[in-house]
């Protein structure tokens, strides 16, 4: 059983830095990729970034240059450092991955941390 927990979010003023984790319950070598969504009151669950087994990164548009995906894999852990944060940066933050089972693709979503952006 794959288990993802987040941690780090909070209440921080814009123009400050927070930084999450996500602790994963086995080796992160296990899955092709792995990312961060975020989903604000109202709206639908959106990719922020993603970090693949290679350690290449992609970032939505709206946190290119301000978010910094990472990883550790001797601990099984995912990073999402976030500078230069912002009022609309202010949403749950959930780490997610998925793997091929004998019953097909499974998803895995940790329970989400919140991030408040404070102007």
């Known amino acids: 059983q794959v288990q993802l927990v987040e941690s780090g979010g909070g209440l921080v003023q814009a123009g400050g830095s927070l930084r999450l984790s996500c602790a994963a319950s086995?080796?992160?070598?296990?899955?092709?990729?792995m990312a961060w969504y975020r989903q604000a009151p109202g709206k639908s669950r959106e990719l922020v970034a993603v970090?693949?087994?290679?350690?290449?990164?992609n970032y939505a548009d709206s946190v290119k240059g301000r978010f910094t995906v990472s990883r550790d894999v001797a601990n099984n852990m995912v990073y999402l450092q976030m500078d230069n944060l912002e009022p609309d940066d202010t949403a749950v933050y959930y780490c997610?991955?998925?793997?091929?089972?004998?019953?097909?693709?499974?998803?895995?979503w940790g329970q989400g941390t919140q991030v408040t952006v404070s102007s």
């Open positions: 997610y991955t998925n793997r091929a089972t004998n019953s097909g693709l499974r998803n895995y």
């Open positions: 970090i693949s087994s290679g350690g290449s990164t």
């Open positions: 086995i080796s992160i070598f296990n899955f092709n990729t």
